[in-house]
């Protein structure tokens, strides 16, 4: 069986950990998981200089490196020890995590001496909700959640057999996007993703949700946090309140906040209250000891809202640099060195 034997010969990249271990299930041997969250945090061009980037974007986060029962990094697109036997199995959906990492794969696979006409695209669409779970919540206004192994075993064993390369243009404009995303101008990007090109629908979703980390300025000339840091401010009060406190609080606040945490991770949410926490002496947001130990990342420590945090939230920022920076793909949101600012049409400029 033609399935078979590509399951065995194959080279399989993976953008999430439940399509890796379906695809070791049903008997591929070679997997390799490119599963990083590059929503949030550096991403580089270069390949060594993106290891470097990501590694010293994870050491803010207390906890070690994520590992799961393949006993492999999230991440193993860069690693030395793959073995990219040919054809090479690009497996994805249409959640923008997988969509981000699918432009980089395209971009790295030429590195490692492999020809566009021997990747297969295999592109998978949301498995439509039954009725009874689409009646359980609205629905989200970011595809961040869907995944390969959201489909049945015969269906992805179907697609398989059927896989073919992409055209050499189509190729290469993922490759085109993956060097937009990166640039330290952020101005190309926003176009591409504005103006929408064929074959690629995840661009205008993309941009909707990277804008929603970037400083705002209002029609008034007021500076404003990004919608995220609003959000975690808004939730924030003069209580302390731990970040699993922050992420279950009863609000419409809450409610758009995990928007966004479901194409973060929910980890996020602490690391982002640890930066605020230790931004600069007169601090917006201040931090204690919580009533777990290290090793509980939302329970380890308590936040609560300053005076000062309540008048940037309330009052906007009187420079950029009152906000701890956020690297978003290529720049960093909130540096004086790339001061790049959110306009109320959604169009991005420098200050």
Known sequence: MAEVTALQTATHVAFDTPTAERLAQLGATN???ASDCLIVGPSRRDAAAHVRAREAWSCLSEDPADTDDLGEKWDRLYSSDVRWDTPVALWTSSNLNDRVNLWRACSWLPHVGIRCRDILVLEFEPVPPSATRSGERPARPFDCSTSVSDHPDDRLLERLGTAHAWPPE???????????????????????????????????????????????????????LSRFDELILTILSAEWQTPLAVAVQESQARVD?????????????????????????????????????????????VYRLTERGMQ????????????PGLPIAGIEAYAASTPWVLFEDGQIARL
């Open 257 to 301: 906040l995990w928007n966004l945490l479901f194409c973060t991770g929910d980890l996020f949410l602490q690391d982002r209250l640890k930066q605020w926490a230790k931004h600069d002496s007169s601090a917006a947001v201040e931090s204690a000891p919580g009533p777990k130990p290290p090793g509980h990342p939302m329970l380890s420590q």
């Open 170 to 224: 189509r190729y290469e404009q993922a490759v085109r996007l993956w060097d937009s995303y990166t640039d330290e101008n952020p101005l190309p990007l926003v176009e591409i993703c504005t103006r929408g090109v064929e074959g690629f629908p995840e661009l205008a979703r993309l941009w909707a949700l990277l804008s929603c980390f970037f400083p705002r300025r209002t029609a008034e000339e007021v500076l404003r």
């Open 312 to 323: 940037l939230r309330d009052r906007g920022l009187e420079q950029l640099e009152d906000a």
């Open 31 to 33: 997997v390799v998981r």
